[in-house]
């Protein structure tokens, strides 16, 4: 019982920084000769606070390296942002410079968005998902940064480690155990996945420093 919950303390502390960690930034993906760039036009994209979804749709030019932006892309191409099983088809803008288009957005809740492109681009069939970056809370912009959030943060952060401190000294006095033929074996475990737990406290503490 003790291992279970060591390994499953570090999983969670794992997928914890992992999470707030992770940014798609702008996502490429290419259609047959044509390159599609998608993304936000402020990063990150935060609740509340006016921001564009950006497209850049081009083509090779002709010189090696050289792309050149494409007229009128969204003449049979339609462009829905998807939150959950909430969708928006876009009005979509262009931009002074060639190739480039936008579209007006207020995010107002935190979460992950994708924008579904479907149609053509000069006969040339469009049916693609592509994720942005997710949209965030303010506390990435708050100066001098609120207590609230961080502090509870390091609450349950102690919390866990002072659990995991008893279930160590419960480890080493043999209580709470079962005694079976392959006890070294369950106890090889039992530090292993304490192992874990203390590299993913590690990663945890980093990731707050970081955050603060």
């Given amino acids: 019982m003790i291992l279970v919950k060591v390994?499953?303390?570090?999983?969670?502390?794992?997928i914890f920084t992992g999470v707030t960690s992770q940014a798609f930034a702008h996502t490429t993906v290419e259609v047959e000769k044509y390159e599609i760039e998608v993304g936000w036009g402020i990063e990150p994209p935060?609740?509340?606070?006016?921001?564009?979804?950006?497209?850049?749709?081009?083509?090779?030019g002709e010189n090696p390296g050289v792309k050149t932006g494409i007229i009128n892309a969204f003449k049979n191409l339609q462009a829905t942002a998807k939150f959950g099983g909430v969708t928006k088809v876009l009005d979509i803008g262009s931009d002074?410079?060639?190739?480039?288009?936008?579209s007006h957005v207020i995010p107002t809740k935190v979460g992950s968005i994708s924008i579904l492109l479907q149609g053509d681009i000069n006969g040339v069939p469009?049916?693609?998902e592509i994720p942005v970056e997710d949209v965030a809370t303010t506390a990435v912009l708050d100066f001098p940064p609120t207590s609230s959030s961080s502090d509870q943060d390091v609450s349950a952060l102690k919390n866990a480690i002072s659990e995991l401190q008893r279930d160590v000294l419960s480890i080493k006095s043999g209580s709470g155990i079962e005694v079976k033929s392959d006890s070294g074996m369950a106890y090889d475990f039992a530090v292993f996945g304490i192992s874990i737990a203390g590299a993913a406290i590690i990663l945890a503490v980093v990731s707050l420093v970081k955050r603060k």
């Fill in 126 to 128: 469009v049916d693609i």
């Fill in 46 to 60: 935060i609740v509340g606070y006016r921001n564009d979804f950006v497209f850049h749709i081009s083509e090779p």
């Fill in 7 to 14: 390994l499953i303390f570090a999983l969670f502390v794992l």
């Fill in 96 to 102: 002074p410079r060639l190739g480039h288009y936008f």
